[in-house]
């Protein structure tokens, strides 16, 4: 580590190991937006073939330890559709903490159309109610010798723990609108051998409403609302809204209260394949700059 980014880089620390143990951060925009799953088991298998999605973000002031969050994620359906299973892994490390958390999840939809032989990013056509539950695993590691602080016996050992994660998510979604709700890790640090551990219980209730504009809904504006709810801490509300042109190109942009301003652009240059790229103008913490990353989505079984 050179000495001169030391002081900022336990600064990050400092600052934000606190906020990182109390659970993961929301994902932005672009992840959720293009891949529910990350949020809501419910929406797995909810697409006509498989899906395979990768995000990351990070910011955009290079400093060691700065905040990023990376995740991978599969899901398929299964039974003619009527039931969905899917893995995620999560990635998120700041400073010298990092949390992993690895999960496997299924869903069982009831549908009430039949309509058959959708194109494949039209998922939207669907009548359907969905219900979803993972199950998995998260490790918590905190590197803290590697700080150097000497003397104090709260830095004199690295930290790790590994605790069972449960999460659970219901989703309703229609032509017109989706709605969904979903708290990914339902036990806390209920396991945990640590009492100084805290991870919260999150909740997301989200709503969207797409308005189409041309016969062939091939052009969509999606006006969209994410609301996050966590014990002792302000309610987080994502208002966002984007526009679909042609199945091609994407534009959109939004606010995350008290935090950032965000701006997407995608590209689907084949219908299997979407590319987005996100832009966030944060208030917070302007000593790492602003946050970008971008979410990519392929499928597969689609003809």
């Known amino acids: 580590m050179k000495f001169g980014t030391y002081p900022i880089f336990l600064a990050i620390v400092v600052l934000w190991i606190p906020r990182f143990s109390s659970g993961q951060q929301t994902p932005l925009f672009a992840a959720y937006h293009y891949d529910p799953f990350l949020i809501n088991p419910a929406y797995s298998g909810m697409a006509k073939g498989s899906v395979i999605s990768f995000n990351h973000n990070r910011y955009t002031r290079y400093i060691e330890g700065t905040p990023s969050s990376s995740a991978l994620s599969f899901h398929t359906p299964l039974a003619n559709d009527k039931m969905g299973v899917g893995a995620t892994i999560l990635d998120d490390r700041i400073g010298v903490a990092s949390a992993t958390t690895a999960t496997l ?93 805290n991870l919260s219980t999150p909740i997301y209730g989200y709503f969207g409403y797409r308005f189409f504009t041309d016969l062939y809904k091939e052009n969509m504006i999606t006006p969209s609302l994410l609301v996050k709810y966590e014990k002792g801490a302000p309610v987080q509300i994502d208002a966002n809204v984007s526009a679909a042109l042609k199945n091609r190109f994407e534009i959109g942009a939004g606010y995350r209260t008290n935090s950032s301003v965000n701006f997407l652009l995608g590209f689907y240059p084949v219908e299997q394949l979407r590319l987005v790229y996100q832009y966030s103008v944060g208030f917070n913490h302007p000593v790492l700059g602003n946050n970008h990353g971008f979410a990519l989505s392929y499928a597969f079984d689609y003809d």
């Open 105 to 197: 999840a299924y869903s069982y939809k009831i549908y009430f159309d039949h309509q058959q032989n959708r194109p494949y990013w039209a998922v939207y056509d669907q009548n359907v109610f969905s219900f979803g539950m993972t199950a998995g695993v998260q490790r918590l590691h905190e590197n803290l010798l590697e700080l150097g602080v000497e003397g104090d016996p709260e830095f004199a050992n690295n930290l790790s723990e590994t605790i069972p994660v449960i999460g659970a998510g219901v989703l309703y979604n229609r032509v017109g609108f989706y709605l969904g709700l979903s708290i990914p890790n339902l036990l806390g640090n209920r396991f945990a051998s640590r009492d100084n551990l």
